[in-house]
C-alpha cells in the first residue's frame, strides 16, 4: 500500500505540472514547483520503499519554497507591470514591411524590426495591402499583429 501513495504523489505532482503549464502560468509558477516537490518526494518514496519519508521530503521541500523559495521566484521571474511591453505588445505603433499580401479574412506576414509576424487587418478595414507595401501595427490579436 505505501507504493500506492508514493504513486500518488508523482502522479499529483504531475498533474499540477500540467495544469499549471496547459494554463499559461496562472499561478506565477507555483504549482511547478509544489508539483516537483510531490513528484520529487514520491520518487523518494518508491525508490527507498518508504511512504513516510516520500511525504517527509515532499512536505519539506513544499515548505521551504513557501516560506523561502517563493518570494525569490516572484521576483525574478515575474513580468513587471506597468510601463514594460514585450513581444508583440512592444510593435504597436512601428512601421511594418508586408511580406506576403494581407487581405480581409486572410492573414499575411509582415516584418517588424529583424522579426517575422503573422499580420491581419484591423477591425473595419477593407483594402488588402499588397506585398512590399509599408503598415503600420495598431494591434495584437494573440500572435498576429493587427495592422493598417
Not at 504531475?14 to 494554463?23: D, T
Not at 520529487?40 to 518514496?45: L, N, T, V
Not at 513557501?66 to 518570494?71: C, D, E, F, K, T
Not at 484591423?122 to 493598417?148: F, H, K, S
Amino acid at each position: 500500500m505505501p507504493r500506492f501513495w508514493n504513486w500518488m504523489l508523482v502522479l499529483g505532482g504531475a498533474a499540477l505540472i500540467l495544469v499549471e503549464v496547459a494554463l499559461g502560468g496562472f499561478a506565477g509558477f507555483d504549482l511547478v514547483l509544489i508539483g516537483s516537490a510531490f513528484v520529487i518526494g514520491g520518487a523518494a518514496g518508491l525508490f527507498l520503499g518508504d511512504l513516510y519519508l516520500g511525504m517527509l521530503i515532499a512536505g519539506v521541500l513544499c515548505a521551504v519554497y513557501i516560506l523561502v523559495g517563493r518570494r525569490w521566484v516572484r521576483r525574478h521571474l515575474q513580468l513587471k507591470i506597468g510601463g514594460h511591453k514585450s513581444g508583440a505588445d512592444a510593435a504597436i505603433g512601428l512601421k511594418a514591411l508586408v511580406l506576403a499580401p494581407i487581405a480581409p479574412h486572410q492573414a499575411g506576414r509582415v516584418r517588424v524590426r529583424d522579426e517575422e509576424w503573422r499580420a491581419a487587418l484591423e477591425e473595419g478595414a477593407t483594402a488588402p495591402i499588397e506585398q512590399g507595401a509599408e503598415v503600420t501595427i495598431t494591434g495584437v490579436d494573440g500572435v498576429t499583429l493587427l495592422v493598417r
